[in-house]
């Protein structure tokens, strides 16, 4: 039987390797005539495996085709997206133009306003820096260093003197939102006080109101405890470090041209560029803890690799790693919520994507960018976009809806494929 089953095998190899030979005219009818069972076969074989290409060649869209359907949808004129994981960038590429008139055409090392992605970049960056230190205690008062801060109302006076550090890092100090600080004063001084002035809206503690408000006070602790401005500050002891070259407040007119531009100014009939979009960062001189800082892809890859790493960067300790863990964790403030102590993690319907892990921590900017840092799968997506051009009426909702669809193509092209079961997709993006 064995010897049977052999030979059958014999017979059938060789009956397909001589239908794949070479063969004379006159030979080739009579073989093809006997063997074309064989042929027929592989080449239905053949076939099939060409279909099952083509079909995913036009099934499967990547990454760049999502970028390019996103600035089609007016998301956003242009961006830079950038991937890296602890040793090396993986993926930077820009895509589309400055602004909707496609003049200038995005590149990989343009400069974008950071919005409020500043808080983590910036003042959060600072604190953590002070706390390695051992000059900021947070469960310290915030009047221990800014006494001023209590204000002259009695009753507001109590509660703002019951105000920690923590709460400013977790949105939990009772402070409101946001003001409108630039119609209050002529000076940088009467605006500054006017923020310290600010009365709170809640018991501190008890309810988590991101508040604008709190991280241009936490910028000005930082500035009371170093005794300089916080720029010089953070190019001292963590820009230059990095060897980050293009982050930078109030960026110098020579670099204007690599800035993209935000808002078209109606008063001026000028776009914004190479000021600060927010209103109040600018009102106060341009560093500030809410916003202000500016940056390119390569510089906040720089950033995220320290970040993945626990805080080293080619060897040197940059934050210490106890602090990085710290930071980037659920703070537990009020429980159930998803802040840690200036870092955000992934909740619902997460600006990460969907198959971010629950081990991330990121930050989002109101001009169009992202930052997400994710410590389980060793991997850090960037999405620089100036998507309030030319008006931040452009912006909802398409535009959260595309960031989150970037953020999650970005991880599948990194080899990332299992969902998140804890987050939520827009519902433009459910099957």
């Known amino acids: 039987m064995k010897r049977k089953l052999y030979w059958m095998l014999v017979f059938l190899l060789g ?8 063969l004379s005219r006159n030979e080739g009818l009579v073989l093809q005539a006997e063997f074309r069972p064989f042929r027929a076969l592989i080449n239905l074989f053949k076939k099939k495996e060409k279909a099952v290409i083509e079909a995913k060649t036009v099934k499967e869209k990547t990454v760049d085709d999502f970028m390019n359907e996103a600035i089609a949808d007016s998301a956003w004129p242009g961006g830079v997206l950038t991937l890296t994981d602890t040793g090396k960038t993986l993926y ?17 090392d343009d400069i974008f306003d950071l919005a409020s992605v500043s808080k983590v970049l910036g003042t959060t960056s600072a604190v953590m820096l002070l706390y390695d230190q051992g000059l900021i205690d947070l469960d310290a008062y915030v009047v221990n260093y800014i ?23 977790t949105h939990t100090s009772g402070l409101p939102a946001y003001r409108q600080f630039w119609k209050m004063g002529d000076s940088i001084e009467a605006r500054v006080d006017s923020i ?7 018991i501190p503690g008890t309810k988590m109101v991101y508040s604008c408000i709190g991280f241009i006070t936490l ?49 001026n009939k000028k776009l914004t560029r190479g000021h600060v979009h927010d209103e109040v960062a600018r009102s106060i001189g341009g560093v500030s803890g809410n916003a202000g800082l500016f940056s390119a892809g390569e510089d ?11 805080g080293i960067h080619d060897g040197d300790t940059i934050i210490q790693p106890a602090t990085v863990k710290l930071f980037t964790k659920k703070a537990n403030v009020i429980y159930g919520d998803s802040r840690g102590l200036g870092w955000d993690t992934p909740e619902g319907r997460s600006s990460g994507g969907w198959y ?23 991997l850090a997506v960037i999405l620089l976009t100036n998507a309030v051009h030319p008006s931040r009426t452009w912006k909802a909702p398409k535009y959260f809806h595309w960031r989150q669809k970037i953020h999650s193509e970005a991880y599948r092209w990194a080899g990332f494929t299992r969902e998140n079961s804890h987050l939520e997709k827009y519902d433009r993006w459910k099957e």
């Open 15 to 22: 009956s397909v390797l001589i239908s794949e030979m070479p």
């Open 92 to 108: 930077s590429k820009a895509y589309g133009y400055h602004t909707y008139s496609k003049k200038e055409a995005t590149l990989v």
């Open 147 to 169: 006494p001023e801060f209590a204000g002259p109302n009695p009753e507001q006076s109590i509660l703002k003197r019951t105000v920690k550090i923590r709460h400013l890092l």
């Open 196 to 202: 310290f002035q600010t009365a709170l809206d809640t």
């Open 219 to 267: 910028a000005k602790v930082v500035e009371r405890i170093t005794e300089m401005p916080m720029d010089i500050f953070l190019e001292k002891n963590l820009f230059q470090p990095l060897g980050m070259k293009n982050t930078m407040y109030n960026p110098k007119p020579e670099l204007w041209p690599r800035v993209v531009p935000t808002e078209f100014n109606e008063l």
């Open 300 to 310: 906040l890859a720089i950033f995220a690799r320290m970040m993945l790493n626990e």
């Open 356 to 378: 971010i892990s629950d081990k991330a921590f990121g930050h989002t900017g109101f001009t169009g960018t992202s930052l997400w840092i994710d410590t389980e799968n060793k």
